[in-house]
């Protein structure tokens, strides 16, 4: 029977990495309910959400790729709260998902990146005209939080900078969402950064990597054996200073997530990056 004191939560991408390990963390959460857990992996249909992500007993939520019919159940359960979309997907796909999520008053908890600044604009206008929460976080764990802080008052000190994220090989888009989030933070102080001292030339394109906002430069790596790592270098004459974070599981992204889930309830728009809401 439901429970009107629960969050009923789809997770969007349950079969995937990060997808698995919401799985579990929404299952062990006191006050949630995994009612839906869509893939499009042909070879995960049908399988118990819980047993793919290793609980040890099944959730009973079986895998499938049916979402809109998922989103539109979820809708109509009026004993419950209303019903969040966490979803780790993939770039191609996060915009329509999150669309069809708000369409059926579903509140939208994005970790996906790879969305372009146009595809962010629509969901926020799209989000602001449904007055339903949406969150879009390119980043879940705190330690990133705090990263991006300290590089924002690095900033006001240093004038050269550069940004290094390195991840596993299959990761589909680059540079990172964090990364982009990174440079946006430090853009958004302000002043050009990395003025050219002299004139340079790429003898092989994109040696010196891509250039973000206010001349902020952002190199991307892609090793097996890599989960999720960002430096952020600041240099001046004499000096250098290093910042850096290293994701060693992403059990790390679990407490950002459900913190997500709980916040999006008490918005009618969309919100950006995991600081706003802590
Ligand atoms: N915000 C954050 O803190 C973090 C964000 N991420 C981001 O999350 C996303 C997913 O990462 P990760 O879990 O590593 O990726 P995975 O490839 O491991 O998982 C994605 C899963 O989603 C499935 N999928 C693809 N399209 C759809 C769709 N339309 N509907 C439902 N399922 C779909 C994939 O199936 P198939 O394999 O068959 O395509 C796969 O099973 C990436 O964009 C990544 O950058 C990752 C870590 C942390
Ligand atoms: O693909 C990943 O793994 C990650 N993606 C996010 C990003 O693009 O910033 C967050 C984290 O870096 C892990």
């Keep these: 029977m439901a429970n009107q004191n629960l969050i009923p939560v789809i997770v969007s991408g349950?079969?995937?990495?990060?997808?698995?390990?919401?799985?579990?963390?929404?299952a062990q959460a006191p006050d949630m309910s995994l009612m839906g857990a869509i893939d499009t992996s042909p070879e995960h249909q049908g399988k118990d959400a819980g047993e793919l992500?290793?609980?040890?007993?099944?959730?009973?939520?079986?895998?499938?790729?049916?979402?809109?019919?998922m989103?539109?159940?979820?809708?109509?359960?009026?004993?419950?709260q209303p019903g969040v979309m966490v979803?780790?997907?993939h770039p191609d796909a996060v915009y329509d998902n999150v669309r069809s999520a708000i369409a059926y008053g579903i509140r939208p908890v994005v970790g996906t990146t790879g969305l372009s600044p146009e595809q962010i604009e629509d969901l926020a206008s799209f989000a602001d005209k449904a007055s339903t929460g949406?969150?879009?976080i390119p980043n879940f764990?705190?330690?990133?939080?705090?990263l991006q802080?300290?590089?924002?008052?690095?900033?006001?000190?240093?004038?050269?900078?550069?940004?290094?994220?390195l991840h596993h090989n299959q990761k589909a888009d680059a540079p990172s969402g964090t990364a982009i989030q990174t440079a946006q933070m430090l853009a958004e102080m302000g002043k050009t950064f990395n003025s050219a001292i002299v004139k340079e030339t790429e003898k092989l394109p994109g040696a010196r990597g891509s250039v973000a906002d206010e001349g902020i430069r952002i190199h991307s790596i892609r090793l097996p054996g890599l989960i999720a790592h960002q430096e952020v270098i600041f240099g001046a004459p004499g000096q250098i200073y290093t910042l850096r974070h290293d994701t060693s599981d992403r059990s790390a992204y679990m407490p950002g997530v459900l913190l997500a889930i709980r916040k999006v309830l008490q918005l009618k728009s969309l919100v950006y990056g995991l600081e706003k809401i802590l």
């Design 149 to 165: 802080q300290a590089a924002v008052t690095a900033s006001q000190y240093f004038d050269h900078v550069e940004i290094i994220e």
């Design 14 to 26: 349950a079969a995937g990495k990060m997808g698995r390990e919401v799985v579990k963390a929404v």
């Design 53 to 69: 992500a290793g609980l040890s007993e099944p959730l009973e939520v079986p895998i499938t790729n049916q979402l809109e019919p």
């Design 71 to 80: 989103l539109g159940y979820v809708a109509g359960e009026r004993q419950m």
């Design 141 to 146: 764990s705190i330690g990133m939080v705090l």
């Design 87 to 89: 979803d780790f997907t």
């Design 134 to 136: 949406c969150l879009l």
